[in-house]
């Protein structure tokens, strides 16, 4: 599968995912802890949509460097930074459960995860035939 395809895909799963988690948070768990789970989530999807164009735009089709290495990992590292500095003032100021926020900010790992294992499924049942 191409990237393109793969990465429509992950955006898809994301939003379902969060919609899912949002959804079962809302009618199980407090509105606080659900909160947590929406903002985790939605500053995890931004996270990754930023790192994806940040290695787009950093390489060429053919795999070669576009741009300096050391811009690759200064963009990572400020947007890491940006990502714990949101989560430390989400969290002090007691605007979300942390619980809900960890759980929230899962969803990237859990549609990879998912992603993979479908295509494992899809690959391993296709060698059967």
């Known amino acids: 599968m191409e990237w393109d395809s793969l990465f429509k895909t992950l955006r898809i799963q994301n939003w379902l995912i969060l919609m899912m988690l949002g959804a079962a948070s809302f009618f199980v ?17 931004a996270n990754f949509n930023v790192l994806q164009h940040t290695i787009r735009c950093g390489f060429s089709s053919q795999g070669t460097l576009q741009v300096s290495r050391r811009s690759i990992i200064v ?8 990502l ?19 759980v929230g900010l899962s969803i990237v790992v859990i549609s990879i995860v998912h992603l993979a294992l479908r295509l494992v499924w899809k690959t391993s049942s296709e060698e059967v035939v």
């Open 29 to 45: 768990m407090s509105p606080h802890f659900t909160l947590g789970v929406l903002i985790g989530g939605l500053l995890i999807i």
């Open 75 to 82: 963009k990572f590292y400020l947007r890491l930074l940006a």
């Open 84 to 102: 714990g500095f949101l989560m430390y003032v989400l969290i002090t100021r007691d605007l979300v459960n942390p619980v809900g926020l960890a």
